[in-house]
């Protein structure tokens, strides 16, 4: 099962991050943030990643590490931010159920959709949430990857979840729009 949702990742940067993690699995646990290994992670990758610890009671996302296609994307750096101080609506509804997921079922989850800058403008975004655990079960970090196409619009917005150690659901999930974005300090819109 794990080749059937390596295969659905439509992107090959995301599909090199997958591997990598999945060599720091450890007789089906999951690998700790502290595996982590930027050196071993193919160079041309690296700034395609996002790392986001998990905070409980309240749950909060707060983003420890942004790689610099994501801070150009953005038009920020929000590294140390997050992510309810950084968006909100629908948007951020939509990668607050992303997070719960992978933490909720200790799984992989690939996602692809139309992201909207603003009105009548939108690009194709593939992402791609993993789970860490420093005992091996119990999520408390997210290893991200997420990459922007403008070369061509989203298909069927699709989510796809990996249930380790079973791999099995596929969901699909209503379009993505970012609603609540403000200009950023490139010109570009960024999430407020």
């Not at 995301?14 to 502290?34: E, I, M």
């Not at 607050?96 to 139309?114: F, K, N, P, Q, T």
């Not at 249930?163 to 300090?185: K, Q």
Request: with cysteine; glycine share 8%; hydrophobic share 40%.
């Amino acid at each position: 099962m794990e080749g059937r949702f390596r295969a659905r990742i439509d992107d090959p940067l995301l599909r090199t991050l997958y591997d990598y993690w999945c060599s720091l699995s450890r007789h089906g646990q999951l690998p700790a943030r502290s595996d982590i290994n930027p050196a071993a992670i193919p160079a041309e990758v690296l700034p395609y990643i996002m790392m986001a610890d998990i905070l409980r009671d309240p749950q909060r996302i707060r983003f420890r590490l942004v790689g610099t296609n994501m801070v150009d994307e953005w038009g920020q750096d929000f590294t140390g931010r997050f992510l309810d101080e950084l968006m909100s609506g629908s948007y951020r509804a939509y990668l607050e159920g992303l997070y719960a997921d992978v933490i909720d079922r200790c799984c992989a989850v690939y996602s692809e959709s139309a992201f909207r800058w603003d009105v009548g403008r939108s690009i194709r975004t593939r992402r791609l949430f993993m789970p860490l655990a420093c005992d091996g079960r119990a999520v408390d970090a997210v290893l991200v990857g997420q990459t922007f196409d403008r070369s061509r619009p989203a298909d069927q917005p699709k989510k796809i979840i990996e249930l380790l150690p079973g791999h099995v659901e596929t969901v699909r999930i209503p379009e993505t729009v970012g609603t609540s974005l403000a200009a950023g300090p490139s010109g570009r819109k960024s999430p407020k």
